[in-house]
Nanobody
Framework: QVQLVESGGGLVQPGGSLGLSCASS????????MAWYRQAPGKQRELVAR???????EYVDSVKGRFTISRDNAKNTLYLQMNNLKPEDAAVYYC?????????WGQGTQVTVSS
């Protein structure tokens, strides 16, 4: 059974930082391309950052220079370090794993940015 379990969300003030984690099980984590998506109320789910199996990365323009995606294949875990958070970063953040036609999602973790 495949499981992607996000953690690390919470409430943070504008300008603050949070680190998200996504622990995986039931997949061969190292061969999967991994990504973080987010969905704010009333908006479509959007890609935030992606990391390939070879650890090449890409980011949506709005988070470049502030967010860092990384992976630890030995721990089967995906990370997202978020710095200088803005109110518009508030959303539910989802972990995503893709390999060929196999796509898996986590249940999401809430990030709230408010003073």
């Amino acid at each position: 059974q495949v499981q992607l379990v996000e953690s690390g969300g919470g409430l943070v003030q504008p300008g603050g930082s949070l680190g998200l984690s996504c622990a995986s099980s039931g997949i061969l984590f190292s061969i999967y391309a991994m990504a973080w998506y987010r969905q704010a109320p009333g908006k479509q789910r959007e890609l935030v950052a992606r990391i390939s199996s070879s650890s090449s990365t890409e980011y949506v323009d709005s988070v470049k220079g502030r967010f860092t995606i990384s992976r630890d294949n030995a721990k089967n875990t995906l990370y997202l370090q978020m710095n200088n958070l803005k109110p518009e970063d508030a959303a539910v953040y989802y972990c995503n794993a893709v390999y060929v036609g196999n796509v898996h999602w986590g249940q999401g973790t809430q990030v709230t940015v408010s003073s």
